[in-house]
């Protein structure tokens, strides 16, 4: 595997203005469809480019545009309070807890989300690399082999039913502190442009997510926990004390403008963008019918 550096020369990339949202706590459906909203809102060429930065309220487990609803403990998860949502994009489960997740969402001939999938993901991952690196963070992305990279592109890993929980494997330009996932990022290609949505974990526990997806028996469910904690990891253990939400919104803001050339202008949601939001809330990312798709 090939680290990337984060500090990879892209002057080439014109000086650019997008819009940067910092959204309030909100339920899984509300935010997966604001992301959704905003890619809309970009189609018709209606806001700029669009970071946005946000939380979860309650904790909500998410599910992979493609995973089985056959992986959540319905029971466990109740009993916890926690939401569930489908997200649009693929990949397994996270539960989103303590955590800082961001979007970006643009046109197809943006160029700092213009070629391939991976180039985009590449060009991200930059940013994403600095802004860990203000917060002394000194994590890396590592480019995969080919091979492997061709078995997560066909989902093979998905489909095979492995595993189902998402922070334990690395994809391709993920980010990674001493061999370990730090954050994940998942994207979507539409007729009205991109999304690129991931979560970088602040504090807590990572295995809480077991809880709320099915095992056979738990000694099956105590492996998937050792299997994460060995893979995968927080903000809080690399820093060795917790990182606070705004503390790492501040981050990702000044390493976007600085990594990306970009003036990043604070901005809300339009009305058109609310109401649409409001819409894909109820028809969608709260009905079952999208939830239990798959």
């Known amino acids: 595997m090939r680290e990337t550096n984060p500090l990879s020369n892209l002057d080439h990339l014109p000086r650019a203005t997008w819009r940067v949202i910092r959204s309030e706590p909100g339920r899984g459906p509300w935010n997966m469809a604001v992301d959704e909203a905003i890619l809309q809102a970009i ?4 806001v700029p480019t669009t970071l946005r930065l ?3 309220q309650p904790a ?19 009993q916890r309070g926690w939401d569930l949502v489908r997200r649009p994009t693929g990949g397994r489960a996270i539960l989103h807890i303590d955590e800082l997740t961001y979007s ?12 391939s ?4 993901y590449r060009t991200l991952s930059q940013a994403l690399l600095q802004a860990l690196h203000l917060l002394g963070i000194p994590a890396q992305a590592v480019e995969k082999p080919l091979a492997l ?17 998402c922070f334990e494997v690395p994809s391709n330009y993920e980010i990674t502190i001493h061999g370990k ?16 949505h991931g979560s970088l974990p602040l504090y807590g526990d990572l295995t809480r997510i077991i809880q709320a997806l099915v095992f056979p028996d738990a000694s099956s469910r105590a492996l998937a926990a050792e299997r994460l904690l060995a893979r995968a990891t927080t903000a809080e253990a690399v820093l060795g004390q917790p990182l606070a939400w705004e503390t790492a919104a ?9 990594t990306l050339n970009l003036d990043l202008q604070p901005g809300e949601l339009t009305p058109r963008e609310q109401a649409e939001a409001a819409e894909l809330q109820e028809s969608k990312y709260a009905h079952s019918q999208w939830t239990e798709r798959v």
């Open 43 to 46: 189609g018709r060429g209606e």
């Open 54 to 56: 946000y939380t979860w």
């Open 60 to 78: 909500c487990l998410s599910l992979g545009y493609a995973q089985p609803f056959g992986d959540v403990d319905l029971t466990s998860l109740r």
């Open 104 to 115: 970006v969402t643009g046109p197809q001939n943006e160029p700092r989300l213009a070629g």
């Open 117 to 120: 999938v991976l180039e985009s």
């Open 149 to 165: 990279n061709a078995n997560l592109a066909n989902g093979s890993e998905d489909s095979a039913g492995i595993n189902p929980v």
């Open 181 to 196: 996932k730090l954050v994940g990022s998942a994207q979507a290609r539409r007729k009205q442009g991109v999304l690129q």
């Open 250 to 258: 501040d981050a990702f803001e000044k390493a976007f403008g600085l």
